[in-house]
């Protein structure tokens, strides 16, 4: 459905007169369209400053990124630290799952037993 400007304010005044629409849903919108504006002015600020420090090289065209480099750097993990990440991983998913309770007894053995006992408990515990 694709309305003009006109029918837009006449179907917006209607749904505000029937209260199908709240004044403060207009304004929600109004400043997440404002927000949306802001965010695609810095997005085109930064292409076109990407254009501006082009550089010439062996007659092509290379475009510096500017603070885009750091953004995309990728830390290599260690497989310790990655198996520590799962197994975190696993523990929290298992843990909100359960009850006040039942996590506060798995809290306590991991403080005790480790964190591949407290996620034997909880899988005993989830079931």
């Given at each position: 459905?694709?309305?003009?400007?006109?029918?837009?304010?006449?179907?917006?005044?209607?749904?505000?007169?029937?209260?199908?629409?709240?004044?403060?849903?207009?304004?929600a919108i109004l400043e997440?369209?404002?927000?949306?504006?802001?965010?695609?002015?810095?997005?085109?600020?930064?292409?076109?400053?990407?254009?501006?420090?082009?550089?010439?090289?062996?007659?092509?065209?290379?475009?510096?990124?500017?603070?885009?480099?750091?953004?995309?750097?990728?830390?290599?993990?260690?497989?310790?630290?990655?198996?520590?990440?799962?197994?975190?991983?696993?523990?929290?998913?298992?843990?909100?799952r359960l009850k006040a309770?039942?996590?506060?007894?798995?809290r306590a053995v991991r403080?005790?037993?480790?964190?591949?006992?407290?996620?034997?408990?909880?899988?005993?515990?989830?079931?």
């Amino acid at each position: 459905m694709k309305l003009d400007p006109r029918q837009s304010h006449y179907v917006l005044q209607a749904l505000l007169a029937q209260r199908k629409v709240g004044a403060r849903h207009v304004q929600a919108i109004l400043e997440d369209w404002r927000k949306e504006i802001a965010a695609l002015r810095k997005r085109l600020a930064t292409l076109e400053d990407l254009g501006v420090r082009g550089v010439e090289k062996a007659g092509r065209r290379v475009a510096v990124k500017a603070g885009l480099a750091e953004a995309r750097v990728k830390r290599r993990l260690s497989p310790k630290v990655r198996a520590l990440r799962r197994q975190q991983g696993q523990y929290m998913g298992l843990v909100r799952r359960l009850k006040a309770g039942q996590k506060a007894r798995v809290r306590a053995v991991r403080e005790k037993k480790g964190l591949a006992a407290a996620i034997r408990l909880a899988l005993s515990l989830g079931r």
